[in-house]
């Protein structure tokens, strides 16, 4: 799959995973999707900063690309924060609600900015060589497990752009 359609497909996946805990009426329900939130999310970030920006500030976008790892900080601390929230707990519904927002700000901005301008800086071949390397980086991670754990030591800063 090619770069930008696995990133899609993979914002998809986590939209619908905030519908489902919206309309969750148990906490059980909650807390085991949340969890695929967290392990979804953690493994999106960490392949978009290891391998979709360094390419693709390769060749410039580097003001949106700076805004993004701006933005993935902010959702792993509310993430870090919800990791030690029950979904019992009363504030568990509003930081969901909160991390459903900025994700959705997240993705509207990769999908209406950036993706329309690496589409014209990257040629098909690396488009589909690119996605190929995030898929293994991705078997990778998930194999190793609970992908979310790694997300509270990474909220002190944004990652650098390399
Ligand atoms: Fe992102």
Same mark, same amino acid.
């Given at each position: 799959?090619?770069?930008?359609?696995?990133?899609?497909?993979?914002?998809?996946?986590?939209?619908?995973?905030?519908?489902?805990? /919206?309309?969750?009426?148990?906490? !059980?329900?909650?807390?085991?999707?949340?969890?695929? =939130?967290?392990?979804?999310?953690?493994?999106?970030?960490?392949?978009?900063?290891?391998?979709?920006?360094?390419?693709?500030?390769?060749?410039?976008?580097? !003001?949106?690309?700076?805004?993004?790892?701006?933005?993935?900080?902010? =959702?792993?601390?509310?993430?870090? /924060?919800?990791?030690?929230?029950?979904?019992? /707990?009363?504030?568990?519904?509003?930081?969901?609600?909160?991390?459903?927002?900025?994700?959705?700000?997240?993705?509207?901005?990769? @999908?209406?900015?950036?993706?329309?301008?690496?589409?014209?800086?990257?040629?098909?071949?690396?488009? @589909?060589?690119?996605?190929?390397?995030?898929?293994?980086?991705? =078997?990778?991670?998930?194999?190793?497990?609970?992908?979310?754990?790694?997300?509270?030591? @990474?909220?002190?800063?944004?990652?650098?752009?390399?």
């Amino acid at each position: 799959m090619n770069a930008i359609e696995l990133l899609k497909s993979q914002h998809r996946a986590v939209e619908k995973l905030f519908t489902q805990i /919206d309309s969750a009426k148990t906490a !059980d329900a909650k807390q085991k999707l949340f969890v695929q =939130i967290a392990d979804s999310l953690a493994v999106h970030a960490t392949i978009e900063e290891h391998q979709f920006y360094p390419t693709v500030r390769a060749k410039r976008t580097e !003001d949106i690309l700076l805004e993004a790892l701006e933005e993935h900080v902010g =959702i792993k601390r509310v993430l870090a /924060d919800l990791l030690e929230t029950e979904a019992k /707990d009363p504030t568990f519904d509003a930081k969901i609600k909160v991390l459903s927002e900025q994700v959705e700000h997240h993705v509207k901005e990769e @999908e209406t900015e950036l993706f329309p301008k690496v589409k014209k800086i990257l040629g098909a071949q690396e488009l @589909e060589a690119l996605g190929q390397n995030m898929e293994t980086e991705q =078997i990778e991670i998930e194999e190793k497990g609970q992908p979310r754990k790694a997300i509270p030591a @990474e909220t002190a800063q944004a990652a650098p752009l390399t």
